[in-house]
C-alpha cells in the first residue's frame, strides 16, 4: 500500500482484543516490523489484515465505556424475565440473578475495552482482511469472481 500509516501484515497473535502483527516488508521502504494493535475486526491468527492509524474520540469512547454495561443490564432483565417461568423460585429472584450476571459480562467487557482503546492519540488499529484478488471457498477451491 502506498500510505505511510497503512500496512498489510499477517496476525502472529491475539490476546483478547490486541494482535500481534508482522508487516509485510518491501525492498527499500522504511516500515515497522511488528506492530501491536488494536483488533477492531477480531482477526484471528494467520489472517492478513490491513493495519492503519486510527483514533476514537473522548466522548464517544465514553458512551460506549458506559453504554456496555446498561445495554447488558436492560438484556439480562428480558432473559430474565423471558427464562423465570421455567424455575421453581420467585420470578424476581431469576431477574435479579440473570440481571447481576449480564451486568458483571458488560462491565468485564466495558473494562477490556477501556483498556485497549486509547482516546486523544492515534493508534495502530486492524481496520480490515486484505486479500490479492483471490477468494477460496471452504473446501480450499479457488471461486472466480
Known amino acids: 500500500m502506498s500510505n505511510n500509516s497503512v500496512y498489510v501484515g499477517k496476525v502472529i497473535a491475539v490476546n483478547k482484543q490486541r494482535a500481534k502483527v508482522k508487516i509485510e516488508q518491501r525492498p527499500g521502504e522504511q516500515r515497522p516490523k511488528m506492530l501491536d494493535c488494536w483488533n477492531a475486526c477480531e482477526a484471528k491468527r494467520g489472517t492478513r489484515v490491513i493495519v492503519g492509524k486510527q483514533s476514537l474520540d473522548e466522548k464517544r469512547a465514553k458512551m460506549i465505556e458506559y453504554g456496555i454495561p446498561v445495554l447488558t443490564t436492560l438484556a439480562g432483565l428480558a432473559f430474565g ?65
Open 81 to 145: 424475565k423471558a427464562i423465570a417461568h421455567f424455575f421453581a423460585a420467585d420470578s424476581w429472584i431469576v431477574i435479579l440473578s440473570s440481571v447481576i450476571v449480564w451486568l458483571g459480562l458488560g462491565l468485564y467487557y466495558a473494562r477490556n475495552f477501556k483498556k485497549s482503546v486509547k482516546t486523544k492519540v492515534e493508534q495502530w488499529t486492524i481496520t480490515g482482511y486484505f486479500s490479492d484478488g483471490e477468494i477460496y471457498d471452504a473446501k480450499g477451491k479457488k471461486v472466480e469472481v
